[in-house]
């Protein structure tokens, strides 16, 4: 470069653009470099003052136990072939996880049921046999599984809709029974 009449004159441009290119990834990781040390930094300071404050006390979160009730019908000593009841947790936090079928062969396979009812912490139940070997009297007709929320013990309501002998009259004084199982 020389001076001619006061002004600067250049020779060419000052950068070629391959220098150009470099330079601007050189700048490009230095930028890279120095957004990573700051970051490196604020979790750094981050740490330690998280480190010099005081412990909180964590979320405690409801206690959760998994249990089960047992339904009993009772035919009052007829053979009982079709039955439905309705069971409802009245009081405590109760989710149903499942059903199983009763203690008698008749009765042995899952039961039918309502799944709509069970997102109101009730389930409404129905199952039918038309075999010859039916039970009498007293009998598990179903196992129901629950999760339940809370310290709380809950305590259930029991409907017995209708249970039927084999011709398909209803059996008149026929009683339903829940029965609470263990926790696990």
């Given at each position: 470069?020389?001076?001619?009449?006061?002004?600067?004159?250049?020779r060419?441009?000052?950068?070629?653009?391959?220098?150009?290119r470099a330079?601007?990834?050189?700048?490009?990781?230095?930028a890279?470099?120095?957004v990573?040390?700051?970051?490196s930094?604020?979790?750094?300071?981050?740490?330690?003052?998280?480190?010099?404050?005081?412990?909180?006390?964590p979320?405690?979160?409801?206690a959760?136990?998994?249990?089960?009730?047992?339904?009993?019908?009772?035919?009052?000593g007829?053979?009982?072939?079709?039955?439905q009841?309705?069971?409802?947790?009245?009081?405590?936090q109760v989710?149903i996880?499942?059903?199983e079928?009763?203690?008698?062969?008749?009765?042995r396979?899952?039961?039918?049921y309502?799944?709509?009812?069970?997102a109101r912490?009730?389930?409404?139940?129905a199952?039918f046999n038309?075999?010859?070997d039916?039970?009498?009297g007293k009998t598990r007709?179903?196992?129901?599984?629950?999760?339940i929320?809370?310290?709380?013990?809950?305590?259930?309501?029991i409907?017995?809709?209708?249970?039927?002998?084999?011709d398909?009259?209803?059996i008149?004084?026929?009683?339903a029974?829940?029965?609470?199982?263990g926790s696990s």
């Amino acid at each position: 470069m020389s001076p001619v009449a006061g002004k600067v004159q250049h020779r060419g441009p000052v950068f070629s653009a391959s220098r150009g290119r470099a330079c601007a990834g050189l700048l490009l990781m230095g930028a890279i470099g120095v957004v990573l040390g700051l970051s490196s930094v604020a979790i750094v300071r981050g740490q330690e003052s998280a480190a010099s404050q005081p412990a909180s006390q964590p979320a405690s979160r409801p206690a959760v136990r998994f249990s089960f009730v047992d339904v009993y019908v009772d035919s009052a000593g007829q053979p009982l072939a079709a039955y439905q009841f309705e069971l409802a947790a009245k009081v405590g936090q109760v989710k149903i996880v499942g059903v199983e079928g009763g203690e008698h062969a008749a009765f042995r396979q899952p039961p039918y049921y309502d799944p709509a009812a069970l997102a109101r912490n009730r389930i409404i139940i129905a199952a039918f046999n038309t075999g010859s070997d039916l039970p009498k009297g007293k009998t598990r007709v179903a196992r129901i599984h629950l999760q339940i929320t809370g310290e709380r013990q809950p305590e259930y309501t029991i409907k017995l809709d209708v249970a039927a002998s084999p011709d398909g009259q209803k059996i008149s004084g026929a009683t339903a029974a829940v029965r609470q199982g263990g926790s696990s």
